[in-house]
T-cell receptor, first 114, second 111 residues
Framework: DTGVSQDPRHKITKRGQNVTFRCDPI?????LYWYRQTLGQGPEFLTY????????KSRLLSDRFSAERPKGSFSTLEIQRTEQGDSAMYLC????????????FGPGTRLTVL | QKEVEQNSGPLSVPEGAIASLNCTYS??????FFWYRQYSGKSPELIMF????GDKEDGRFTAQLNKASQYVSLLIRDSQPSDSATYLC???????????FGTGTSLTVIP
């Protein structure tokens, strides 16, 4: 499978715990995006990387959220001290910087905070 | 004001009819516009993109863009039950750094 992959697909955690999600983009894609989607809403931009550089973060992104893409390949998104309001689908997408028209989404990680 | 606005629907059309989905955006500097389809429980998949005023056709789908009115639409001809999904309008920011998505319009095609 050469598409975008995400792991885990589902995560249930207790409030206050830390969670980490992983995204593996399409291999030649140098742009990687993280989004959050809640029921009835469209994906909400969180942050994006071009290669290993994190170039933009949403103003709405709490400091409990951090993302990395250390070698410009896979990326991780960590949420510290989870809250019930963090429950959502976390989507990763990738594209080429030279072809932003084609952004491909992974299957998402569904987070439930109890 | 949200960057991208869509009527959340639901929109119901009979099989074989034309479904018309609409979207407005706030950033007049935006240059690229996208339509994604999202089935329940799945991630969005790209249907079409458009960046020039006018119409762009791809099979049963036609995207229409009017930059003066800041309006994007998607027409689905000969609608099929398999077209039943949520359709998301997305706009690439004028910096080329962020995609803004609307809340989506839920479409049901009735057999």
């Amino acid at each position: 499978d050469t598409g975008v992959s995400q792991d885990p697909r589902h995560k249930i955690t207790k409030r206050g715990q830390n969670v980490t999600f992983r995204c593996d983009p399409i291999s030649e894609h140098n742009r990687l995006y993280w989004y959050r989607q809640t029921l009835g809403q469209g994906p909400e931009f969180l942050t994006y990387f071009q290669n290993e550089a994190q170039l933009e973060k949403s103003r709405l992104l709490s400091d409990r959220f951090s993302a990395e893409r250390p070698k410009g390949s896979f990326s991780t998104l960590e949420i510290q001290r989870t809250e019930q309001g963090d429950s959502a689908m976390y989507l990763c997408a990738s594209s080429l910087a030279s072809n932003l028209d084609e952004q491909f989404f992974g299957p998402g990680t569904r987070l439930t905070v109890l | 004001q949200k960057e991208v606005e869509q009527n959340s629907g639901p929109l119901s059309v009979p099989e074989g009819a034309i479904a018309s989905l609409n979207c407005t955006y706030s950033d007049r500097g935006s240059q690229s516009f996208f339509w994604y389809r999202q089935y329940s429980g799945k991630s969005p998949e790209l249907i079409m993109f458009i960046y020039s005023n006018g119409d762009k056709e791809d099979g049963r789908f036609t995207a229409q863009l009017n930059k003066a009115s800041q309006y994007v639409s998607l027409l689905i001809r000969d609608s099929q039950p398999s077209d039943s999904a949520t359709y998301l309008c997305a706009v690439l920011s004028n910096t080329g750094n962020q995609f803004y998505f609307g809340t989506g319009t839920s479409l049901t095609v009735i057999p």
